[in-house]
């Protein structure tokens, strides 16, 4: 246990459904970061933030996506109209300052049917 | 886009046997981070070695840094069926991590 925590764990959603994970860090790290992972994959960067300010945001994250941290705690990620490729791993990842270790929850597993 | 490239994709070796795993990535970095990954779990961080560092070891873990090849290799030593997992390599990009696709290491009891 690194001390992120994520939920859901696991989530089945229909096509073109909205759906919101979470993500609690680690409460004295002040970036946040957003990664999916595909079978066979590793992670691929989505987003992160620097305390409630989202920095950076990845071509991988379309306007279907958003991500928010709104007092610098815990973050969601919502994805709305869900299709079948968004079926992935969701790992939200948490460290104490830029260029240091990034210390990853336990992912949230979507399934889109 | 991913960063770095992990070499080779597979490897099987019996428990007590050493292992080597070599990881390539292509732009300057600051330092490179290596994970361990269960089937479907989180990722959970072995080891960081920043570029002005070339060795550095953990427990049975050793990592090393060649930054005039852009490539970093992973050795376990005296292997155990429990470090049975993906191993991936990281770089720091400007803001984030790159990640390769991994190493899927398997050792036989």
């Known amino acids: 246990d690194t001390g992120v925590s994520q939920d859901p764990r696991h989530k089945i959603t229909k096509r073109g459904q909205n759906v919101t994970f979470r993500c609690d860090p680690i409460s004295e790290h002040n970036r946040l970061y957003w990664y999916r992972q595909t079978l066979g994959q590793g992670p691929e960067f989505l987003t992160y933030?620097?305390?409630?300010?989202?920095?950076?945001k990845s071509r991988l994250l379309s306007d279907r996506f958003s991500a928010e941290r709104p007092k610098g705690s815990f973050s969601t990620l919502e994805i709305q109209r869900t299709e079948q490729g968004d079926s992935a791993m969701y790992l939200c990842?948490?460290?104490?300052?830029?260029?240091?270790?990034?210390?990853f929850g336990p992912g949230t597993r979507l399934l889109v049917l | 886009s991913q960063q770095g490239e992990e070499d080779p994709q597979a490897l099987s070796i019996q428990e007590g046997e050493n292992a080597t795993m070599n990881c390539s990535y292509k732009?300057?970095?600051?330092?490179l981070q290596w994970y361990r990954q269960n089937s479907g779990r989180g990722l959970v961080h072995l080891i960081l070695i920043r570029s002005n560092e070339r060795e550095k070891h953990s427990g049975r873990l050793r990592v090393t840094l060649d930054t005039s090849k852009k490539s970093s290799s992973l050795l376990i030593t005296a292997s155990r069926a429990a470090d049975t997992a993906s191993y991936f390599c990281a770089t720091d990009g400007f803001n984030d991590m790159r990640f390769g696709a991994g190493t899927r290491l398997t050792v036989k009891p």
């Open positions: 732009t300057s970095i600051n330092n």
């Open positions: 933030f620097q305390n409630e300010a989202q920095l950076e």
């Open positions: 990842a948490s460290s104490i300052q830029e260029q240091e270790t990034q210390y």
